[in-house]
């Protein structure tokens, strides 16, 4: 069941959305990053991910994630959950002011074999990027909600910010 703009837009405001990332390392152990399109946290470079949707299973949305996120099949056997994370946002999907976003974030770690940057999908990121754990903890258009799941304790509990 998909929800119409409007309608999304009042859930958006009313409740956190459950969603996954994906925190994708190379064979080097890079991590892969996009540059996000879209609000919230438009312009920065974050982990693969999206909502879970409505009866849909973990594991049916980590399948669907990795198809339309990064055009390829997850393998969920070798999904290595880091915890649950709370990703507040002062913005909406919608740029309607004054209706933040609130993720609970499952954030879950692959390994893949290879990572192409060139055949990744463009329609919800402009560019893609490989970096090691130092490199992203140290850059300024990594946006800190994926500096999270590198964090020392990676329990996912923190104040709010």
Do not use: C
């Amino acid at each position: 069941m998909r929800l119409e703009q409007g309608e999304f837009l009042k859930v958006v405001q009313a409740a956190p959305l459950v969603s996954i990332d994906v925190i994708a390392r190379d064979r080097l152990n890079r991590v892969l990053l996009g540059k996000r399109i879209n609000e919230p946290a438009k312009g920065t470079f974050f982990t693969p991910g999206g909502r879970i949707r409505k009866n849909q299973t973990i594991l049916e949305a980590i399948l669907a994630l990795g198809e339309s996120e990064l055009g390829l099949r997850l393998s969920p056997a070798s999904a290595k959950l880091l915890g649950a994370y709370d990703h507040i946002y002062a913005s909406n999907f919608a740029g309607v002011e004054g209706i933040g976003t609130h993720y609970v974030v499952l954030g879950y770690e692959f390994t893949l074999d290879e990572i192409e940057l060139g055949a990744l999908p463009l329609d919800q990121h402009s560019q893609w990027i490989l970096l090691h754990e130092a490199e992203l903890l140290a850059r300024d258009d990594v946006h800190e909600n994926v500096k999270k799941f590198f964090s020392k304790t990676r329990s996912g509990l923190e104040s709010r910010p």
